[in-house]
């Protein structure tokens, strides 16, 4: 460690990442940027995570261990720990290309922006691009309109880069909850500043074995009313924002017919939706919840699959 502060603390959350871990931590020490403190929070793990983490022989690392306490719980302490300006976070499965925390400094030098972010590849999709490559770098004044124009989650906790003050000011990670943590902390963020898009498609998201966790209400469209009652909210970003909660509580109501809780569905659809807000996705949701509808929605599913493998065989 250098007696200089860093001007970058990266905080990695460690779970039972054995197979991967040391992949990722090669994916950091590569940086083109240097400039860098390298935290990683192991959140009780037993498969010998930590271990393999203390052996890699990183420089600049240090490895803080915690009783289990989740993936929010393991962010704050890395918060909590860093020196740096700015927090980059990475998760213990995904990677870096060496010029990502570059890409992402840079123009949070030059703009007032509290955080950038890059655009990722998606293992699921085989390496495309979370968004289209054609939309260029730019300043984000409205992340929720953003964010709707643009996969309707733009920002990841491995491609997104902060400031530390702005963290602890809008007030962390919220622990306890297992899903949705990350996307409430964007929101949250996103109501104090703006962000900077840098196209740059400089991260890679394990999503390929991502788990279905069962429906929880979203976060951030529960806190929403309050975070308007109290000014929170700038009046410019109330109705994107109230658009975006709206996104996602619709995206509830598919969990929840995913899951097989269709008069729950149709519920948050009635009494927690605006359907002319997105009049589309709100109807098909709905429909979903009707007997007839679930018929509609198994034979498109089975005729989805039977083009696939047409397709393919074609190919």
Same mark, same amino acid.
């Given at each position: 460690?250098?007696?200089?502060?860093?001007?970058?603390?990266?905080?990695?959350?460690?779970?039972?990442?054995?197979?991967?871990?040391?992949?990722?931590?090669?994916?950091?020490?590569?940086?083109?940027?240097?400039?860098?403190?390298?935290?990683?929070? /192991?959140?009780?793990?037993?498969?010998?995570?930590?271990?393999?983490?203390?052996?890699?022989?990183?420089?600049?690392?240090?490895?803080?261990?915690?009783?289990?306490?989740?993936?929010?719980?393991?962010?704050?302490?890395?918060?909590?720990?860093?020196?740096?300006?700015?927090?980059?976070?990475? /998760?213990?499965?995904?990677?870096?290309?060496?010029?990502?925390?570059?890409?992402?400094?840079?123009?949070?030098?030059? $703009?007032?922006?509290?955080?950038?972010?890059?655009?990722?590849?998606?293992?699921?999709?085989?390496?495309?691009?979370?968004?289209?490559?054609?939309?260029?770098?730019?300043?984000?004044?409205?992340?929720?309109?953003?964010?709707?124009?643009?996969?309707?989650?733009?920002?990841?906790?491995?491609?997104?880069?902060?400031?530390?003050?702005?963290?602890?000011?809008?007030?962390?990670?919220?622990?306890?909850?297992?899903?949705?943590?990350?996307?409430?902390?964007?929101?949250?963020?996103?109501?104090?500043?703006?962000?900077?898009?840098?196209?740059?498609?400089?991260?890679?998201?394990?999503?390929?074995?991502?788990?279905?966790?069962?429906?929880?209400?979203?976060?951030?469209?529960?806190?929403?009313?309050?975070?308007?009652?109290?000014?929170?909210?700038?009046?410019?970003?109330?109705?994107?924002?109230?658009?975006?909660?709206?996104?996602?509580?619709?995206?509830?109501?598919?969990?929840?017919?995913?899951?097989?809780?269709?008069?729950?569905?149709?519920?948050?659809?009635?009494?927690?939706?605006?359907?002319?807000? /997105?009049?589309?996705?709100?109807?098909?949701?709905? $429909?979903?919840?009707?007997?007839?509808?679930?018929?509609?929605?198994?034979?498109?599913?089975? /005729?989805?699959?039977?083009?696939?493998?047409?397709?393919?065989?074609?190919?």
């Amino acid at each position: 460690m250098t007696s200089r502060a860093p001007v970058i603390s990266v905080v990695i959350p460690l779970y039972n990442k054995a197979h991967c871990i040391l992949k990722t931590l090669s994916s950091v020490a590569s940086q083109e940027q240097s400039d860098f403190e390298l935290i990683v929070i /192991d959140d009780g793990s037993t498969d010998g995570s930590a271990e393999l983490v203390k052996e890699a022989g990183v420089c600049d690392l240090r490895l803080i261990r915690q009783k289990n306490a989740g993936v929010s719980a393991a962010r704050n302490r890395g918060i909590a720990a860093a020196q740096g300006k700015w927090i980059a976070f990475l /998760d213990a499965d995904d990677l870096w290309s060496p010029e990502h925390l570059q890409g992402l400094l840079q123009p949070l030098k030059e $703009t007032a922006a509290i955080a950038a972010i890059s655009n990722l590849r998606l293992e699921s999709r085989a390496g495309q691009p979370l968004i289209d490559a054609a939309v260029r770098p730019q300043m984000v004044d409205d992340y929720f309109s953003f964010a709707l124009r643009n996969s309707n989650y733009p920002a990841s906790s491995s491609s997104i880069m902060v400031r530390r003050d702005e963290l602890l000011q809008a007030g962390l990670f919220a622990e306890g909850i297992t899903t949705g943590e990350d996307i409430d902390m964007w929101c949250r963020l996103a109501c104090r500043g703006p962000f900077f898009y840098n196209a740059r498609l400089s991260a890679t998201y394990a999503d390929a074995c991502s788990s279905s966790n069962r429906p929880v209400v979203p976060l951030f469209a529960q806190r929403l009313p309050g975070l308007m009652r109290d000014g929170r909210v700038p009046p410019v970003l109330v109705e994107s924002a109230d658009r975006y909660a709206n996104f996602l509580m619709l995206e509830y109501a598919r969990q929840l017919l995913d899951h097989g809780q269709n008069a729950e569905a149709r519920a948050v659809l009635l009494h927690a939706c605006v359907a002319r807000y /997105d009049t589309r996705r709100f109807l098909k949701r709905l $429909t979903r919840t009707s007997s007839f509808g679930r018929m509609l929605f198994r034979l498109s599913r089975t /005729d989805s699959a039977r083009w696939k493998v047409v397709s393919s065989a074609r190919d």
